[in-house]
Structure formats: structure tokens, C-alpha cells
């Protein structure tokens, strides 16, 4: 049962550049949100992808965008970065509803991460 | 809004023995879900133990349980026979259903030999 997974691990970019970071959800589940995690805190909440659309938003700057493709993988990109993106991007999946016996609904399961670092 | 305070920002615990987690929460809502996720050095934030706030049974996983006071809006985590894998840091999250989660600061724990 394969996991959550992103890439890339690591990834070093200049001020004023864009990034784009990429997650695959766990077997089996449809709902994909993006986290910001600074240095020493919680995660933070960037947005939530459901059947496509972005379902919910954080607060975070337009700067930050998103999408979900028909296999349920999703898309963050980030333009104009800023020296303060640098952080670990998690993204975590969920099912929405249903999908048989065993599977539990509303728990989201976190991948490895990518660490952004912005100089 | 939905705050989650987590008081200890490190805790330590020899080897085997028990430790408890302080987590307590803020919100007007009375359907919602709380977690424990640990985030160990590698990074990955891995959940540990799952509670449905209309349940008033206690969940547990193992060595991991809950003590939930929903009046009280309290939700702390007790560690057994704790070992050197479970050094860490512990975060506390709450979420409504169908909602983002709102995560705590976060505890470290150090489990010494």
C-alpha cells in the first residue's frame, strides 16, 4: 500500500523565482491539502484539493497556488518567492467519503516533505 | 477560530517508563476530530492516535492513549513503556469535518537511555 510521497526532497531557489512542488496521495484516497512548516512550529494550513478544485484556503497570499489532476496528485506552486517560503512543504491526503471496508474517512496522512530553502 | 495550545514545549522520560502530553483546544464546535501526530528527526509527520469527539470512549494504539475531556477541552497523550524511537516532537491537531486541521506548537520529546 503505497504511502504518501512528494518531491522533490530538497530544493534551492533565488528570490523573485517560482517552485513547484508535487505530491501523490495514498492508494485509495481523493482529497489532497498542502502545509507550510516554519523552522520550530506547527504546520500551517496553504489550501485543500477535492475532485479539482481548491475546496479550502489558509491564509497565505495569492503568490501560492495549487491544483489536482483526475489521478488525485496534486500541484504547489509558489511564484515570486520570498526569503521567507523557506520551510518544509507537507502534504498530506485523505478520503472524503466512503471507499470500502477498512478505509477511514477524515484522517489525513502526511508525506515526507520537500524543504524549500530561498536565498 | 480554532486554537490548540500545547504547554511543554520538551518533556524528557527515561527508557520504559510513562509519560503524558498536554494538549487543550478552543473551539464553539461539538463534531469535530482531534490527533497526535509525532514528527521524529527524518521529518515525516506520521499520526499516532485518532479521537472522535462524539465518542467518549478513549482511543489507543498500543502503548499510545488518550485521555479526552471534551468539557474541558483537554486531549493529552500517554506514552508507555516508552522507548528510544518515540523521541520526537508530539503535535497536537484539531479538525472539523471536512476542514483544514489547526496544529499545536508542538512538544519535544526525549526518550534517555
Known amino acids: 500500500d503505497a504511502g504518501v510521497t512528494q518531491s522533490p526532497t530538497h530544493l534551492i531557489k533565488t528570490r523573485g523565482q517560482q517552485v513547484t512542488l508535487r505530491c501523490s496521495p495514498k492508494s485509495g484516497h481523493d482529497t489532497v491539502s498542502w502545509y507550510q512548516q516554519a523552522l520550530g512550529q506547527g504546520p500551517q494550513f496553504i489550501f485543500q484539493y477535492y475532485e479539482e478544485e481548491e475546496r479550502q484556503r489558509g491564509n497565505f497570499p495569492d503568490r501560492f497556488s495549487g491544483h489536482q489532476f483526475p489521478n488525485y496528485s496534486s500541484e504547489l506552486n509558489v511564484n515570486a518567492l520570498l526569503l521567507g517560503d523557506s520551510a518544509l512543504y507537507l502534504c498530506?491526503?485523505?478520503?472524503?467519503?466512503?471507499?470500502?471496508?477498512?478505509?477511514?474517512?477524515?484522517?489525513?496522512?502526511f508525506g515526507p516533505g520537500t524543504r524549500l530553502t530561498v536565498l | 477560530a480554532q486554537t490548540v495550545t500545547q504547554s511543554q514545549p520538551e518533556m524528557s522520560v527515561q527508557e520504559a517508563e510513562t509519560v503524558t502530553l498536554s494538549c487543550t483546544y478552543d473551539?464553539?464546535?461539538?463534531?469535530?476530530?482531534l490527533f497526535w501526530y509525532k514528527q521524529p528527526p527524518s521529518r515525516q509527520m506520521i499520526l499516532v492516535i485518532r479521537q472522535e469527539a462524539y465518542k467518549q470512549q478513549n482511543a489507543t494504539e498500543n502503548r499510545f492513549s488518550v485521555n479526552f475531556q471534551k468539557a474541558a477541552k483537554s486531549f493529552s497523550l500517554k506514552i508507555s513503556d516508552s522507548q528510544l524511537g518515540d523521541t520526537a516532537m508530539y503535535f497536537c491537531?484539531?479538525?472539523?469535518?471536512?476542514?483544514?486541521?489547526?496544529f499545536g506548537a508542538g512538544t519535544r520529546l526525549t526518550v534517555k537511555p
Open positions: 473551539t464553539s464546535e461539538s463534531n469535530y476530530y
Open positions: 491537531a484539531f479538525m472539523k469535518r471536512g476542514n483544514d486541521m489547526r
Open positions: 498530506a491526503s485523505s478520503l472524503e467519503s466512503g471507499g470500502g471496508p477498512g478505509m477511514i474517512t477524515d484522517t489525513q496522512y
